[in-house]
């Protein structure tokens, strides 16, 4: 038999979701899966994979242009597979604490695909992270690292004991 293909495709601004999509990725082959992490403005064709995981960061209450246009791109391939959807970008300690929705746009590709489910993860915001903005941010104490990767390999986890 062999195993499912699965893409973990992401929309990364500075790098943060990008590090959530390999961790993704890391823990869906572990779990015996054949898996790709791409970044979602490479991604023009989903037709070899059976099931995708696609994640966006999320600025001012919307997701990462290069996670739409990858959706709007691949759309009609996307209804025929299975997808899990992810956001990051809460800078706090709130996606640990309680199940944040997915913002509006998100909501509306999730019924487009018929979506297994989405999920948000805390993003990141550190000294490295380019930008006089978040420059501003983490000297007023603002910044952090809010990733959790045992909540990420978990959810990886899941998505595959759904697909098995």
Same mark, same amino acid.
């Given at each position: 038999?062999?195993?499912?293909?699965? &893409?973990?495709?992401?929309?990364?601004?500075?790098?943060?979701?990008?590090?959530?999509?390999?961790?993704?990725?890391?823990? &869906?082959?572990?779990?015996?899966?054949?898996?790709?992490?791409?970044?979602?403005?490479?991604?023009?064709?989903?037709?070899?994979?059976?099931?995708?995981?696609?994640?966006?960061?999320?600025?001012?209450?919307?997701?990462?242009?290069?996670?739409?246009?990858?959706?709007?791109?691949?759309?009609?391939?996307?209804?025929?597979?299975?997808?899990?959807?992810?956001?990051?970008?809460?800078?706090?300690?709130?996606?640990?604490?309680?199940?944040?929705?997915?913002?509006?746009?998100?909501?509306?590709?999730?019924?487009?695909?018929?979506?297994?489910?989405?999920?948000?993860?805390?993003?990141?915001?550190?000294?490295?992270?380019?930008?006089?903005?978040?420059?501003? &941010?983490?000297?007023?104490?603002?910044?952090?690292?809010?990733?959790?990767?045992?909540?990420?390999?978990?959810?990886?986890?899941?998505?595959?004991?759904?697909?098995?």
């Amino acid at each position: 038999m062999t195993s499912k293909r699965v &893409l973990v495709a992401y929309g990364s601004k500075h790098g943060a979701t990008a590090g959530i999509a390999d961790e993704l990725g890391k823990t &869906l082959r572990g779990d015996g899966f054949d898996t790709d992490v791409v970044s979602a403005d490479a991604v023009s064709d989903v037709s070899g994979y059976d099931a995708v995981v696609l994640g966006g960061a999320l600025y001012a209450g919307r997701w990462n242009g290069e996670a739409t246009q990858c959706a709007r791109r691949n759309a009609g391939q996307l209804r025929h597979r299975s997808v899990w959807l992810f956001s990051s970008g809460p800078v706090d300690s709130s996606a640990e604490q309680r199940d944040i929705p997915p913002v509006h746009g998100v909501a509306r590709w999730m019924k487009r695909f018929d979506a297994q489910e989405h999920t948000t993860f805390g993003g990141a915001l550190t000294a490295e992270t380019p930008g006089r903005i978040a420059r501003a &941010l983490v000297r007023r104490g603002k910044g952090g690292d809010f990733r959790n990767p045992e909540r990420i390999q978990e959810w990886a986890h899941h998505i595959a004991d759904e697909l098995t």
